[in-house]
């Protein structure tokens, strides 16, 4: 149980154009979903979280106008990367909660600008 | 801001070997939770642990949360190169309705047969 996907895996795209990655709970309702980014041999950075129906929060320093959040349902929250540029280049990860104290990860998007 | 600090950074170690990982903070979490991340990957949940002084046996590997639940460390036993990874400690803090978790930097382990 408890497992969460992302789709795409990998992601390749021009500078200026935006890409939506998918975050989906599998087999239970997440009523919060949590994004992070992580760069290559560091740890998880936590960009925003989101709750089913409700606006994202986002962290300090994350421009909530450049990653759009959207938790429409109980098993699937979307992260827009907009107008994405070179340095937006990371691993993003997702993860579901459905209780208190556990958070599931999803496997992770790689996001190459070019 | 919470900080966790992990230690060691890296680690090389050869099959067989012991090695513990040590994650402390100034502050108090309600909870301390251990990943293992492969390359590509996501992170995959090793362990929670919530009351201070508590110690979790997984196989080869030992958790413990201080009594202050400030800090926790991990110890492998007779470590495999299976156990080769990015290993990482969340400390978890209730902010309001959210649940967050604030990670340590990690510490990449190498196993060597």
């Known amino acids: 149980g408890a497992v969460v996907s992302q789709h795409p895996s990998r992601v390749i795209c021009k500078s200026g154009t935006s890409v939506k990655i998918e975050c989906r709970s599998l087999?239970?309702?997440?009523?919060?979903m949590f994004w992070y980014r992580q760069f290559p041999k560091q740890s998880l950075m936590l960009m925003a979280t989101s709750n089913e129906g409700s606006k994202a929060t986002y962290e300090q320093g994350v421009e909530k106008d450049k990653f759009l959040i959207n938790h429409a349902s109980l098993t699937l929250s979307t992260l827009t990367v907009t107008s994405a540029h070179p340095e937006d280049s990371s691993f993003y990860i997702c993860s579901a909660s459905a209780v208190l104290q556990s958070q599931f990860f999803g496997p992770g998007t790689r996001l190459t600008v070019l | 801001t919470q900080l966790l600090e992990q230690s060691p950074q890296f680690l090389s170690i050869q099959e067989g070997e012991n090695l513990t990982v040590y994650c402390n903070s100034s502050s108090v979490f309600s909870s301390l939770q251990w990943y293992r991340q492969e390359p590509g990957e996501g992170p995959v949940l090793l362990v929670t642990v919530v009351t201070g002084g508590e110690v979790k046996k997984l196989k080869r590997l030992t958790f413990q949360f201080g009594d202050a639940r400030k800090d926790s460390s991990l110890h492998i036993t007779a470590a495999q190169p299976g156990d080769t990874g990015l290993y990482l400690c969340a400390g978890g803090l209730s902010g309001g309705s959210n649940y967050k978790l604030t990670f340590g930097k990690g510490t990449l382990l190498t196993v060597n047969p």
């Open positions: 087999d239970f309702q997440a009523t919060t």
